[in-house]
């Protein structure tokens, strides 16, 4: 498998995006979200984590097929899940001790606003590293390889 070329922009594009998405889950925490904003965060991160290891998962296409997606999507979105609930529980709870009297706010229409914004941001983000990264491969030089039983 070959490793993408980094560049310093798309690893800054990287790094944003990151730090974009563990500030979003604790930010959720810290408004006192409901924690059923867990989820469709939980599903927005699988999709930034698809677009983040896109050259992994279109070998693991083209090499197993089709049908090894869904295998590959049961056991990345509930571990995605896992993690936005690592960064918004602890910041939920800072929260209701801090603050009390404070209710936690039922589940409605601006958390699932707010996953689609976390999502739109992040794919803007990932999509921009991903084509720095490709821009960086092919002009990067193009060495050959030699035929086999050639000395290099």
Avoid at 53 to 69: E, V
Avoid at 71 to 94: A, D, K, N, R
Wanted: net charge positive.
């Amino acid at each position: 498998m070959e490793l993408p070329e980094f560049t310093r922009a798309s690893m800054f594009l990287r790094l944003v995006c990151g730090l974009w998405l563990v500030g979003s889950a604790m930010a959720a925490g810290f408004m006192l979200r409901s924690p059923w904003i867990v989820v469709p965060l939980g599903v927005a991160f699988s999709v930034l984590f698809v677009i983040g290891k896109w050259k992994a998962w279109k070998l693991t296409i083209r090499t197993m097929g089709w049908k090894s997606l869904p295998m590959g999507l049961l056991s990345t979105v509930p571990s995605q899940i896992v993690i936005v609930g690592v960064f918004y529980g602890p910041c939920l709870g800072f929260m209701k001790l801090t603050k009390g009297e404070r209710s936690i706010e039922p589940y409605g229409p601006f958390d699932t606003k707010y996953a689609w914004i976390v999502l739109l941001v992040g794919i803007a983000l990932g999509v921009g590293a991903h084509c720095l990264e490709n821009r960086a491969e092919s002009d990067g030089p193009q060495m050959e390889t030699p035929p086999p039983g050639e000395p290099t």
